[in-house]
């Protein structure tokens, strides 16, 4: 058949479409389990690196910000890095906040991270220094490599790997690395909300698998002690962070040494501790003793699996109180009797009336996270996580009520409601399916006590990347993330983005022969 000169474009224009084809068909195709192992299998090495890098990098969230321009170097090493590997990258205003943005439009699927970490405590009790970046036995070792910096990584390098393999997005990926995560006060995210960059949905890569699409809320409290100080009790104080048990205390009595000795040894051999007691170190001084507890630290939302150093060291000075001659009435002395009477070594909040549970979840917690001096007392810092059911102001009112007696106050530091998304939303859905193509683990959507930036935006959900059965070091001592684990994460968030916002469902991966 003769083509006149009407048909010649249509035929040219066919001929485009069917030599444009092919890329996107074998890329579909071939965007099976291989290919991402193949994808990620590239990039490991120089994520393993990064990891390194942005460990030592101490970007650390206490009292007052002193790391702030850690944190902002950490943020612009993030942007640095996220340019070259071909992405869109900025800080926002005030450079709290890095965004790295893969395509444009609407509908933006989100990932929320933080860079920054919790004080790593006792440098002496790690097997390598916190902020090292030690690779040994297959792990990076340090404080952030767990919590949050590996999975930032991860999915920075998925992002990456996804903009590589040539997939037309139909939406959108942000990642969005805050820095201000660790102390829940979370308003670097106003500058994100500000610019109109929230995600339609997304989840926080900062937490564990399969997929967490509930969490208790979240109320860190101040119960204020005010008053006349005890001459007897020059200071009392411990904790680093409100969400870690606190791994030591120290208290410094006034007095002569050989006779606050004799009292305080036998208290101290008498001392109850329950299963898990703390340890006491008498320390003589020109003037008196210092009394050290020491503990264990553990993430504030399980603190049932640490050793709360000033709650053991509050009861051992309660029990000791009369033969010490510690003021009852001082404002040091109201202080160890809340702590002794109220909190003890519960966990769940249940003489402060703040013990309440629901379906899927687990009792309420609480953790005196801190304990410090202010200029007319004492301090106590609770972190408190309440499943549904039981509301932040409920909450502040039975603290209010429990702390009266001891005439303490409460002031509100920061609150976050319990999160809720429906387990059978096709989000969590999607992501729980991905998951267990690539560990076959049933395990169903979890509820849990931790917090996690998923509360910061609406559709959030929290996705890994700790995975089951592995310890429980974010926040403690030795934190570290295996490169196996890293490898898998960064799989599991490839196969993630390229089915939310490129279409392409994981193929089965083939039988071995």
């Not at 990076?140 to 919590?147: E, F, I, K, N, T």
């Not at 267990?436 to 979890?446: E, G």
Request: charged letters at 20%; proline letters at 7%.
């Amino acid at each position: 058949m003769n083509c006149k000169s009407w048909c010649k474009p249509l035929l040219a224009a066919a001929l485009l479409l069917i030599a444009a084809a092919p890329r996107w068909a074998f890329a579909q195709a071939a965007f099976d389990r291989a290919a991402i192992d193949a994808a990620v299998a590239e990039r490991i090495d120089a994520a393993v690196t990064d990891v390194q890098a942005w460990v030592r990098i101490p970007s650390i969230t206490a009292e007052g910000d002193p790391h702030r321009a850690d944190k902002t170097a950490l943020l612009r090493a993030v942007v640095a890095r996220a340019k070259a590997l071909g992405l869109t990258a900025r800080l926002l205003p005030g450079e709290q906040v890095a965004v790295v943005d893969l395509g444009r439009g609407d509908n933006v699927l989100g990932i929320l991270v933080h860079g920054d970490v919790v004080p790593p405590g006792d440098a002496t009790r790690w097997t390598h220094p916190p902020f090292s970046g030690d690779l040994v036995d297959g792990a990076v070792w340090g404080r952030g490599s767990l919590d949050d910096k590996g999975p930032l990584v991860a999915s920075l390098y998925a992002m990456a790997a996804l903009n590589d393999a040539g997939l037309p997005l139909t939406r959108p990926v942000r990642l969005i690395v805050g820095s201000s995560e660790e102390n829940m006060d979370w308003r670097e995210l106003d500058a994100v909300r500000q610019a109109g960059l929230v995600p339609t949905e997304g989840w926080a890569a900062d937490a564990g698998f399969p997929v967490i699409h509930a969490e208790k809320s979240y109320l860190d409290v101040s119960v204020l002690f005010d008053g006349t100080a005890d001459p007897m009790l020059r200071a009392f104080g411990g904790g680093v962070v409100p969400n870690a048990v606190p791994e030591s205390a120290t208290a410094t009595l006034v007095g002569d040494p050989n006779a606050l000795t004799t009292t305080l040894q036998p208290a101290i051999a008498a001392y109850d501790g329950g299963s898990n007691p703390s340890t006491f170190t008498l320390n003589r001084t020109a003037d008196g003793v210092e009394i050290t507890a020491r503990g264990k630290a553990a993430h504030g939302a399980r603190p049932q699996a640490g050793i709360n150093a000033v709650t053991h060291l509050a009861q051992l000075l309660f029990g000791a109180r009369g033969a010490l001659g510690i003021d009852a009435d001082s404002a040091q002395g109201r202080t160890i009797a809340f702590i002794a009477e109220r909190i003890g070594l519960e966990t769940d909040g249940a003489t402060l009336g703040l013990r309440h549970t629901a379906p899927g979840f687990e009792p309420s917690t609480v953790n005196l996270g801190l304990l410090l001096p202010t200029d007319t007392g004492l301090r106590a810092q609770l972190n408190v996580r309440v499943p549904p059911g039981l509301d932040l102001a409920t909450q502040q009112t039975r603290l209010a009520d429990a702390a009266a007696p001891y005439q303490g106050r409460i002031k509100l530091v920061e609150g976050k409601e319990a999160l809720w998304v429906d387990p059978a939303t096709p989000l969590v859905q999607t992501l729980l399916g991905i998951y267990r193509q690539f560990t076959d683990d049933d395990t169903a959507p979890l509820a849990i006590g931790g917090t996690t930036y998923a509360k910061a935006f609406p559709n959030f959900v929290a996705f890994g990347m700790g995975f089951p059965g592995g310890p429980m070091l974010a926040h403690a001592d030795n934190e570290k993330l295996a490169v196996a684990d890293l490898r898998r994460g960064m799989s599991i968030y490839l196969a993630a983005l390229a089915q939310l916002a490129a279409g392409v469902t994981l193929a089965p991966a083939a039988p071995t022969p």
